[in-house]
């Protein structure tokens, strides 16, 4: 795995084939137990696995996934899942849980009207996709480091701007401190899917928001 300098006894890489099965895992636990559209509409751990192995094989192709291990131990801290913006979903997506829709339905929303109708090129816009920290690791700034290792990769990469949907508040303060401006938002009360307030259960939670990051700047 391709590695970038070590922060605070963490060894931030680039994801490997590897790293799969434990990545789907971590994330899979954190986001079903801790990120507010997950809680509301019900998905379970096993459920959002599938949604992360999807992308595996994306990760291992685009080379813009980073990946926190605790440099002693070897074991995975946290993890940050990128993509290019331009590029396809993975396949398999259909044969997903159907809980799902209403949170795809309003992230597409906020792409949508972030992009304003314009179609991004290939290899410009690094989608900041899924960001989780282990529970034994939180609070140390593993998070932010792995933010700040993405955009490194990405810049390297060539890459002229970031993009996130930051959808708990947890996450909207660490791009904020790393820059990020505010560009289009929701509010999880207001929203509706087929009539249906289904995020009112997390309105105060307030809704996700589109972020971007000149890289460089």
Do not use: W
């Amino acid at each position: 795995m391709a590695r970038t300098p070590e922060r605070m006894g963490v060894d931030y890489g680039v994801y490997a084939p590897s790293d799969a099965e434990e990545m789907a895992r971590l994330l899979a636990v954190l986001f079903t137990e801790r990120d507010p559209p997950a809680v509301a509409v019900g998905l379970t751990a096993a459920e959002f696995e599938a949604f992360v192995m999807l992308f595996c094989r994306k990760a291992e192709v685009e080379g813009l996934t980073i990946v926190a291990r605790s440099a002693a131990t070897g074991q995975m801290m946290g993890v940050l899942l990128a993509e290019d913006l331009a590029s396809a979903p993975p396949e398999g997506m259909e044969g997903l849980s159907r809980k799902f829709d209403p949170i795809f339905a309003m992230l597409s929303q906020l792409e949508a009207e972030y992009r304003g109708g314009v179609a991004l090129p290939s290899g410009e816009c690094l989608h900041l996709f899924l960001l989780g920290v282990a529970r034994d690791f939180a609070g140390q700034g593993v998070g932010r480091h792995l933010v700040e290792a993405c955009l490194e990769n990405g810049a390297r990469r060539g890459y002229r701007v970031a993009v996130t949907e930051a959808t708990n508040k947890t996450s909207q303060h660490i791009f904020r401190k790393l820059s990020f401006v505010e560009r289009v938002g929701r509010s999880y009360g207001e929203y509706r899917f087929q009539g249906q307030a289904v995020f009112a259960s997390i309105a105060e939670h307030g809704g996700p928001i589109m972020m971007d990051k000149l890289l460089g700047s």
